[in-house]
């Protein structure tokens, strides 16, 4: 029980420090990076998150049941804008893989030269 609540808290205040920074980046990006600083830290033990993790990671897939049914009933909208969606998704993936590819390589060049 201590680890979800570890975990929500996480989450409200990544979402509280969303607010204070106007929205520029999603709460729960925030709330992840704030879980990790404190698991990483070791103000937390993962084996207290560990549990409420583990059932919320086995329990994903019914909270994406309400986008299904969405995405269901707006099939016609989806079928009308197919060619744009699936540019987007080609592109965007393009996107990111090389700018992915890009990073790696540029933190791979800053690491050799720090260990010079």
Do not use: C
């Not at 205040?13 to 709460?27: D, E, H, I, K, T």
């Not at 993936?93 to 060049?109: D, E, I, K, P």
């Amino acid at each position: 029980m201590i680890g979800l609540m570890v975990i929500l808290l996480a989450w409200l205040a990544g979402n509280l420090l969303s607010a204070l920074l106007s929205g520029y980046v999603s709460g729960n990006v925030l709330g992840m990076l704030i879980l990790f600083a404190v698991l990483k830290l070791g103000v937390v033990k993962a084996e207290t998150v560990r549990p409420a993790a583990k059932f919320l990671l086995g329990t994903m897939a019914l909270f994406f049941i309400p986008y299904g049914v969405g995405l269901m009933e707006s099939y016609t909208v989806i079928l009308d804008n197919l060619w744009a969606i699936v540019v987007a998704a080609v592109l965007s993936t393009v996107v990111v893989l090389l700018v992915s590819g890009h990073t790696f390589q540029w933190v791979a060049q800053l690491k050799n030269r720090l260990k010079r």
